[in-house]
């Protein structure tokens, strides 16, 4: 029996708001293009809940906001609930399509924390951002490719939003300081993932690198359609949204040449990663979904949102300022279960190959 209410929207507008209760809208992709997140993402967040209701004395709700769905209408169920005063702050891991409609119907009235990478400046912003823009995610992740690979003409390859734009922004600017050069520079729409046209185009123009930023279902696809084509021994390949979940589902990848540039994985060694595991299997089980990087990074946002709610700083101090605060100082860390990271500003960013269905580490590419 968890100790944490999991609600829909459209229960929490039906029943009004609830005294001596902290109400957290979780956005989760439980359908589009993120999807095959979804699971490993909620079983997280329902996770850190569950330990913030160990220590608070005020107990946490969820409400499950499907953020897999249209921006808009994302963005409208949002105003629906924070104009209502039925939630007290928001957590998301999800797109930053929908990140961008959120965020221009809150404004400042609650916390948003943004877990996953992003393309926006922070100071220009008013959620919270847990995870890195493009130059902190890949600058490191490509240094080290071209230092160990003999790869020198790329194919950049994402989806055609917001966020993949900003990455072949600065890879091409990264790349050209790394002395390589940039032959083909591709936007596809989402779900419109033409593999065998994208292969022959970057054989054409003699790539042997590319970098992929497309995103879930299109990200598998794309890697399905590379091994079906014999062609995952043609091109070094650094995915910038590569998970676990997506590798399995994916089929894996035998060719020693795909590699993630991601916050986590799990297979990392550091103590905090590995309490995070023993305590997700313990609660969910051996088979439950992969807890991959964007899982643990919801599962960061609610741990700090939830000291934020507790902290007392709130509302006469912005988000923010309030989470600076919570984690000024290198030593200090919050009550709750909070991992050894500089959080409110980035997470550290790492590089894995993979090897079959498992993303093994093979350089700690610390964003600085």
């Given at each position: 029996?968890?100790?944490?209410?999991?609600?829909?929207?459209?229960?929490?507008?039906?029943?009004?708001?609830?005294?001596?209760?902290?109400?957290?809208?979780?956005?989760?992709?439980?359908?589009?293009?993120?999807?095959?997140?979804?699971?490993?993402?909620?079983?997280?967040?329902?996770?850190?809940?569950?330990?913030?209701?160990?220590?608070?004395?005020?107990?946490?709700?969820?409400?499950?906001?499907?953020?897999?769905?249209?921006?808009?209408?994302?963005?409208?169920?949002?105003?629906?609930?924070?104009?209502?005063?039925?939630?007290?702050?928001?957590?998301?891991?999800?797109?930053?399509?929908?990140?961008?409609?959120?965020?221009?119907?809150?404004?400042?009235?609650?916390?948003?924390?943004?877990?996953?990478?992003?393309?926006?400046?922070?100071?220009?912003?008013?959620?919270?951002?847990?995870?890195?823009?493009?130059?902190?995610?890949?600058?490191?992740?490509?240094?080290?490719?071209?230092?160990?690979?003999?790869?020198?003409?790329?194919?950049?390859?994402?989806?055609?939003?917001?966020?993949?734009?900003?990455?072949?922004?600065?890879?091409?600017?990264?790349?050209?300081?790394?002395?390589?050069?940039?032959?083909?520079?591709?936007?596809?729409?989402?779900?419109?993932?033409?593999?065998?046209?994208?292969?022959?185009?970057?054989?054409?123009?003699?790539?042997?690198?590319?970098?992929?930023?497309?995103?879930?279902?299109?990200?598998?696809?794309?890697?399905?359609?590379?091994?079906?084509?014999?062609?995952?021994?043609?091109?070094?390949r650094l995915c910038t949204a590569l998970d676990e979940n997506c590798?399995?589902?994916?089929?894996?990848?035998?060719?020693?040449?795909?590699?993630?540039?991601?916050?986590?994985?799990?297979?990392?060694?550091?103590?905090?990663?590995?309490?995070?595991?023993?305590?997700?299997v313990s609660r969910f089980g051996e088979t439950a979904p992969l807890?991959?990087?964007?899982?643990?990074?919801?599962?960061?946002?609610?741990?700090?949102?939830?000291?934020?709610?507790?902290?007392?700083?709130?509302?006469?101090?912005?988000?923010?300022?309030?989470?600076?605060?919570?984690?000024?100082?290198?030593?200090?860390?919050?009550?709750?279960?909070?991992?050894?990271?500089?959080?409110?500003?980035?997470?550290?960013?790492?590089?894995?190959?993979?090897?079959?269905?498992?993303?093994?580490?093979?350089?700690?590419?610390?964003?600085?």
């Amino acid at each position: 029996m968890s100790s944490v209410s999991l609600l829909l929207p459209a229960d929490v507008l039906l029943r009004g708001p609830v005294g001596r209760t902290r109400t957290i809208g979780l956005l989760v992709p439980l359908s589009g293009l993120m999807g095959v997140a979804g699971p490993a993402i909620l079983n997280c967040a329902i996770l850190a809940a569950e330990e913030a209701n160990d220590l608070a004395p005020i107990p946490l709700e969820l409400v499950l906001i499907d953020a897999g769905r249209n921006a808009a209408e994302v963005a409208r169920e949002v105003s629906q609930l924070v104009d209502a005063r039925l939630v007290d702050g928001l957590v998301g891991t999800h797109t930053s399509n929908v990140r961008a409609a959120v965020e221009a119907v809150l404004g400042d009235r609650v916390p948003y924390i943004f877990t996953p990478s992003h393309e926006v400046t922070r100071r220009a912003s008013g959620a919270i951002f847990l995870g890195n823009d493009p130059d902190e995610q890949i600058r490191q992740p490509l240094a080290w490719i071209t230092r160990h690979r003999k790869v020198g003409r790329w194919a950049l390859i994402g989806n055609d939003y917001v966020w993949p734009r900003r990455v072949h922004e600065s890879a091409s600017r990264i790349l050209r300081g790394l002395h390589q050069r940039v032959v083909m520079d591709r936007l596809v729409p989402v779900g419109r993932v033409d593999v065998p046209e994208l292969v022959d185009s970057a054989r054409a123009l003699g790539a042997d690198a590319m970098l992929v930023s497309l995103v879930g279902r299109d990200l598998i696809e794309f890697q399905r359609g590379i091994v079906e084509l014999d062609a995952a021994g043609l091109f070094v390949r650094l995915c910038t949204a590569l998970d676990e979940n997506c590798l399995v589902s994916a089929g894996g990848d035998t060719s020693g040449g795909l590699f993630a540039a991601m916050p986590s994985f799990i297979l990392q060694a550091d103590e905090r990663h590995l309490r995070l595991l023993e305590s997700y299997v313990s609660r969910f089980g051996e088979t439950a979904p992969l807890p991959g990087s964007f899982a643990e990074g919801c599962y960061d946002g609610v741990n700090i949102l939830a000291a934020l709610l507790m902290s007392g700083l709130l509302p006469s101090t912005a988000p923010a300022s309030a989470v600076g605060q919570l984690f000024a100082g290198s030593g200090t860390r919050n009550r709750m279960s909070v991992g050894p990271r500089e959080l409110g500003t980035r997470r550290s960013v790492m590089l894995a190959q993979a090897l079959d269905t498992e993303l093994h580490v093979v350089g700690d590419q610390s964003a600085r």
